[in-house]
C-alpha cells in the first residue's frame, strides 16, 4: 500500500478504524452500488459538496476506482464510513495530507443525518491524525450556509478558525467561489 511523504518521513494511515458504533474501511469498487444508491445521486447530500449528483452509476465506479488509485499512491485516504449493527454504508470520509497538516471532507446519506455518525466517524481520524510526527494540524471547510456540517466538526472538537472569502467552488450552488467556514484542531 502506498504512504505519503512528507519531511521525509513517510505516513499510512489505518486501513481500518473502530469506533464504538461505526468501522471506517478502505473503500472497494463493490461499494458502487450503496454508495450511488445512498447518496451519491440524492442533490440534498451533494448540495455542498465539490461534486454535482452521479446521474449513473459509471460515475460512481470511476470515482471508486480514483479512490483505491489514491490510496495506492498515498494521495487521498478515503474511507467507508460503515454501521458496525448491520454492516450498512452509511458514506464516506476522506483525508489528504499537505505538508503538516490533514484536510478532511466527508458525505454521509441523508437518511443518516443527526445521529451523530459524522462527528464519531472522523474524530478518530483527527485524533490519528495529531499524533503523527510532523502533522500539526487538521483542517476543514465548509460553505457558510452549511450550518449542520459546521455543528459536525465542532462535536468532533475541532475550532472555528475564520471565514475564508471565494474560497471553494461549489457546482451545486453557484458558478462562482463560495465563502467558507476553516475549521481546525492543532498540537
Known sequence: MGSSSFFGMKMKPPEVIETARLRL????LEDANAIFEEYAQDPEVTRYLVWRPHRHIDETREFLRRCCIAWKEGSAYPWAIIRKEDDRLLGTVEIRVEGHAINL????????????????????IIEWGLKQDGIYRVWAVCD??????????????????????????????????????CYAKTR
Not at 474501511?25 to 472497494?28: A, E, G, I, S, T
Not at 459546521?150 to 462535536?155: D, G, I, P, T
Open 105 to 124: 471532507g466527508y458525505a454521509l446519506a441523508k437518511l443518516f443525518w443527526g445521529n451523530g455518525y459524522t462527528a464519531e466517524a472522523i474524530r478518530p
Open 25 to 28: 474501511r478502505q473503500l472497494v
Open 144 to 181: 457558510l450556509e452549511n450550518q449542520p456540517s459546521a455543528r459536525v466538526l465542532e462535536k468532533a472538537g475541532m475550532s472555528r478558525e475564520g471565514i475564508l472569502r471565494r474560497w471553494i467552488m461549489l457546482p451545486n450552488r453557484s458558478d462562482e467561489p463560495r465563502d467558507c467556514y
